[in-house]
C-alpha cells in the first residue's frame, strides 16, 4: 500500500469513527480511544481530521494525545508489558525488576523489541499495592513479580 493510500484509508476510517462518536458528551477521549483500537495507535494523520471533526485545534488534539500515556503514536507490539513504577511497587523493588526485564528483553521504556514481541511500557499504580512489585501482560495483571516470574513473562512474549 502506498504511502497516499495509507493516509487516505486512515483519513476515511478517522472520519467514520467521528461521526459516529461525536454527539457524545465530552467525545475526544472516546474517539481516540476508538482509532487506537481501529489503528493499534493513534495515527498522526488522523490528528488533523479530528481537530476539523470536533471543531478543535491541532494543538488541542495533539496536547490530549501527548498527554495521556495510553495513547501510542506507533504500533505496539504483540504484547504490551505495563511495569508498575508508582511509590508502593518501588518501596517493593520495581526498580530492580524493570533493570531485568529491560536487560532480558533488550528494549527500554517506550520501546518494542526488534522483532516487534513486546513493547515495554511504565505505568503509574494498577491498583495491586498489597502485591508489589506488580505488572500487567496484554490487560492481565500480574502481583509479587519476583526472577522466577519475570523470567517466565519474557519467555511468554518471546514465544
Do not use: W
Amino acid at each position: 500500500m502506498t504511502m497516499q493510500a495509507a493516509s487516505t484509508e486512515i483519513t476515511s476510517r478517522t472520519a467514520a469513527i467521528i461521526d459516529e462518536m461525536k454527539g457524545l458528551e465530552g467525545p475526544l477521549l472516546p474517539i481516540l480511544h476508538s482509532i487506537q483500537e481501529e489503528f493499534g495507535h493513534v495515527p498522526k494523520d488522523a490528528l488533523p481530521v479530528i481537530a476539523d471533526g470536533l471543531n478543535l485545534s491541532r494543538a488541542e488534539v495533539h496536547g490530549v494525545v501527548s498527554f495521556y500515556h495510553d495513547f501510542r503514536a506507533h504500533p505496539a507490539g504483540r504484547h504490551v508489558l505495563k511495569l508498575c513504577q508508582a511509590e508502593a511497587c518501588q518501596s517493593m523493588g520495581s526498580d530492580a525488576v524493570a533493570a531485568k526485564v529491560k536487560q532480558l528483553l533488550g528494549i527500554d521504556f517506550h520501546e518494542t523489541t526488534r522483532d516487534g514481541s513486546v513493547t515495554l511500557e511504565p505505568v503509574y499504580c494498577l491498583g495491586l499495592c498489597a502485591c508489589s512489585p506488580s505488572a500487567m501482560l496484554d490487560g492481565e495483571v500480574i502481583g509479587r513479580l519476583d526472577d522466577e516470574k519475570i523470567e517466565e513473562i519474557v519467555a511468554e512474549v518471546r514465544s
